[in-house]
């Protein structure tokens, strides 16, 4: 079983952070070094369509959807090539932690 995580550098404190991707092969015993994401799509969610295409989706100053082409090619570690910039039409919010 292959698990995929994206993680912020700066952990709580997020401002001046990168984020980061790592890969488990095998069910999360062992994990790939953690590769640089492009943009640092801070505050965002990982998402995989049917054909296997990893995408991850988030905020810096602009939000950016980035994509490895070669994520679903297993045994290869993942590309990020791809990174497109989104016009959501307004503003990212949030809010403090839920009690």
Do not use: K
Not at 6 to 22: K, L, R, Y
Not at 68 to 83: E, L, M, V
């Amino acid at each position: 079983m292959a698990l995929d995580t994206a993680f912020n550098t700066s952990g709580i404190n997020c401002s001046g952070g990168g984020v980061e991707f790592q890969r488990s092969t095998n069910g999360g015993v062992t994990w790939q070094n953690p590769i640089v994401v492009p943009h640092g799509p801070v505050y965002g969610t990982l998402d995989v369509d049917t054909n296997g295409n990893l995408f991850i989706g988030g905020e810096g100053s602009t939000f950016y959807c980035v994509r490895p082409s070669n994520a679903q090619i297993g045994g290869q570690t993942p590309t990020f090539d791809r990174s497109t910039p989104v016009n959501m039409g307004g503003f990212i919010g949030s809010g403090g932690i839920n009690p």
